[in-house]
């Protein structure tokens, strides 16, 4: 595999950008929780009643215990060790108060179950906060003016989202409250737009041939030479568009801003594995960053798939790149209604949530720290470091390292 952002199927007139186009199934057999009643996370309910999948992680004994539980119980951990009458080791403890932590969500919402719904579902489950711990931002690329050209389709579509992407950290800037991480489960990279616009026209003769006369080409051009004329093109616009330049040093810029605040950026990798593979197969070539978000900096966290039964196994849909920080498991996914999901949109969110609980149990954690610890809470697998990262995320072992770092502050103990 070598690179591998996601196609949006529906194009309402303001675009919305999920890091795929959905998979999603209704629960067959148990229906969706009431709205008046808390649903169960899937963390929440013993192995044996999880399947294979979440059994084996649980190693078929233990029970898989939410972010909530395993905060809860960190505390109560480092509580035992309190020594009556110990001021110091009380200064230290008052640091593990909840206070007002907040997480934003930059994503699609409206009318209906969104993208945006299901997406703060999985961060709701994930953590201790809820819906109104949770600022949720609508993000997403305008439609661009009646009778553009291709050119001005595919910049439009780029700068028009980073702006929406600028300007919901800039409200993040200048209304902070509490809020230390964001999770903007949305994607646009040349791959992605290029894999839109092949889906739009590749059973249709008519709009293949359209398509093919707009990149230049002969009539009668194979489907090989149209998917290399339409790859060259799109990563020329990119590479070349002023309007895109401009928008992403803005965003990039915001992005240097809430790095300095404390703030995290958690973003996904990309759904576009399928099609990378598709154009390795039929020897379309392509750069080798042809397939990193706008959003990709030295400032986001970049969260690809693992699938959930084989640790070891990357999900063939996750895209790859040189940006990706970890992965964790994108494959059955609870999301709103009871249904389960496929994709880098709920991975990202479980590693947002973990955050979010890390720096509840130690609130001085700063982003190289908290960064250093998912590093080491990841397990190197036999897949390639674009695919995974550091390697495949170990929730439970990130947390602990948190607990952990509280005690590099402190105060030693001597006899008197």
């Given at each position: 595999?070598?690179?591998?952002?996601?196609?949006?199927?529906?194009?309402?007139?303001?675009?919305?950008?999920?890091?795929?186009?959905?998979?999603?199934?209704?629960?067959?057999?148990?229906?969706?929780?009431?709205?008046?009643?808390?649903?169960?996370?899937?963390?929440?309910?013993?192995?044996?009643?999880?399947?294979?999948?979440?059994?084996?992680?649980?190693?078929?004994?233990?029970?898989?215990?939410?972010?909530?539980?395993?905060?809860?119980?960190?505390?109560?951990?480092?509580?035992?060790?309190?020594?009556?009458?110990?001021?110091?080791?009380?200064?230290?403890?008052?640091?593990?108060?909840?206070?007002?932590?907040?997480?934003?969500?930059?994503?699609s919402f409206g009318p209906g179950t969104t993208h945006?719904?299901?997406?703060?579902?999985?961060?709701?489950?994930?953590?201790?906060?809820?819906?109104?711990?949770?600022?949720?931002?609508?993000?997403?690329?305008?439609?661009?003016?009646?009778?553009?050209?291709?050119?001005?389709?595919?910049?439009?579509?780029?700068?028009?989202?980073?702006?929406?992407?600028?300007?919901?950290?800039?409200?993040?800037?200048?209304?902070?409250?509490?809020?230390?991480?964001?999770?903007?489960?949305?994607?646009?990279?040349?791959?992605?737009?290029?894999?839109?616009?092949?889906?739009?026209?590749?059973?249709?003769?008519?709009?293949?041939?359209?398509?093919?006369?707009?990149?230049?080409?002969?009539?009668?051009?194979?489907?090989?030479?149209?998917?290399?004329?339409?790859?060259?093109?799109?990563?020329?616009?990119?590479?070349?568009?002023?309007?895109?330049?401009?928008?992403?040093?803005?965003?990039?810029?915001?992005?240097?801003?809430?790095?300095?605040?404390?703030?995290?950026?958690?973003?996904?990798a990309g759904n576009t594995g399928d099609f990378l593979?598709?154009?390795?197969?039929?020897?379309?070539?392509?750069?080798?960053?042809?397939?990193?978000?706008?959003?990709?900096?030295?400032?986001?966290?970049?969260?690809?798939?693992?699938?959930?039964?084989?640790?070891?196994?990357?999900?063939?849909?996750?895209?790859?790149?040189?940006?990706?920080?970890?992965?964790?498991?994108?494959?059955?996914?609870?999301?709103?209604?009871?249904?389960?999901?496929?994709?880098?949109?709920?991975?990202?969110?479980?590693?947002?949530a973990l955050i979010a609980e890390m720096r509840r149990?130690?609130?001085?954690?700063?982003?190289?720290?908290?960064?250093?610890?998912?590093?080491?809470?990841?397990?190197?697998?036999?897949?390639?470091?674009?695919?995974?990262?550091?390697?495949?995320?170990?929730?439970?072992?990130?947390?602990?390292?948190?607990?952990?770092?509280?005690?590099?502050?402190?105060?030693?103990?001597?006899?008197?």
């Amino acid at each position: 595999m070598t690179l591998k952002s996601i196609g949006n199927p529906h194009r309402p007139q303001v675009r919305t950008e999920p890091s795929q186009a959905q998979t999603i199934r209704s629960p067959t057999t148990a229906p969706a929780a009431p709205a008046n009643q808390v649903q169960v996370s899937r963390f929440d309910k013993p192995a044996a009643q999880q399947g294979a999948r979440l059994s084996q992680a649980a190693d078929g004994t233990s029970p898989v215990r939410s972010f909530q539980q395993r905060a809860v119980e960190a505390r109560a951990a480092t509580t035992s060790t309190q020594v009556d009458g110990g001021k110091a080791v009380k200064d230290f403890l008052s640091r593990l108060n909840s206070g007002d932590d907040n997480i934003a969500i930059f994503d699609s919402f409206g009318p209906g179950t969104t993208h945006g719904d299901n997406v703060e579902h999985v961060v709701d489950e994930n953590s201790e906060y809820s819906d109104d711990d949770i600022r949720t931002v609508g993000v997403g690329s305008s439609s661009p003016p009646a009778g553009a050209s291709l050119d001005e389709r595919i910049e439009h579509r780029a700068s028009s989202f980073l702006d929406s992407t600028s300007d919901a950290m800039q409200g993040v800037l200048d209304n902070p409250d509490d809020i230390t991480v964001i999770n903007q489960s949305q994607s646009i990279s040349p791959v992605r737009i290029a894999d839109e616009m092949w889906s739009d026209v590749r059973n249709d003769p008519e709009a293949k041939a359209e398509l093919a006369q707009e990149l230049g080409l002969e009539e009668g051009a194979s489907d090989t030479e149209i998917l290399q004329a339409l790859v060259d093109h799109v990563d020329g616009v990119f590479e070349n568009s002023p309007e895109i330049a401009a928008s992403k040093k803005r965003y990039d810029k915001l992005s240097g801003e809430l790095e300095d605040a404390g703030i995290l950026h958690v973003v996904t990798a990309g759904n576009t594995g399928d099609f990378l593979d598709t154009l390795d197969g039929m020897g379309v070539e392509y750069d080798g960053d042809f397939a990193n978000s706008v959003l990709f900096n030295e400032h986001t966290i970049v969260v690809a798939a693992s699938t959930g039964g084989k640790r070891d196994q990357i999900a063939d849909f996750s895209t790859p790149s040189d940006f990706v920080t970890v992965a964790i498991d994108g494959t059955d996914i609870e999301v709103a209604g009871g249904n389960t999901a496929n994709g880098t949109s709920f991975a990202a969110p479980q590693v947002t949530a973990l955050i979010a609980e890390m720096r509840r149990i130690n609130p001085e954690l700063t982003n190289d720290e908290i960064r250093d610890l998912l590093a080491k809470a990841a397990t190197d697998t036999s897949a390639t470091a674009q695919e995974e990262g550091h390697g495949i995320l170990d929730p439970d072992k990130a947390l602990t390292l948190a607990r952990l770092s509280l005690l590099k502050d402190l105060p030693v103990m001597r006899a008197v």
